[in-house]
């Protein structure tokens, strides 16, 4: 069998290198953008990581609010047409939780050191 690094080790190495190797021998904006670089990174391997299970929760959350199928491109459009459109009450308890659960999770994969967090989610 022939194996490979997983995305995500594809990911580390890339951020190992230029953490060990680019970023030190940078100045300035170069070290600056190599920084920026490497959290991009970062929260592109979260997203590999954590994304596909926020997605699905969240799809499980809108298939509960708006009591349909669907994906999650589709449901969240609808939920957006109808809060737009006042056919969802944006002050409703289950449409509060399944927002701050879906933000929960993207601050998750995007600033997982954000201190607001610790805050918001057990």
């Known amino acids: 069998m022939i194996t490979h690094p997983t995305a995500p080790e594809l990911i580390d190495s890339v951020i190992k290198f230029i953490e060990e190797r680019a970023a030190p021998n940078l100045k300035d904006r170069d070290a600056f953008l190599a920084r920026v670089a490497v959290n991009a990174l970062g929260a592109v391997k979260r997203e590999l990581e954590q994304g596909p299970a926020a997605e699905a929760r969240a799809v499980e959350r809108l298939r509960a609010l708006l009591g349909r199928d669907g994906d999650f491109a589709t449901l969240n459009a609808a939920l957006c047409d109808g809060l737009a459109d006042g056919g969802i009450d944006g002050s409703d308890p289950a449409v509060l939780a399944h927002l701050k659960a879906s933000i929960i999770d993207q601050v998750r994969i995007d ?6 967090l610790k805050t918001l989610a057990p």
């Open 111 to 116: 600033q997982p050191q954000y201190a607001g």
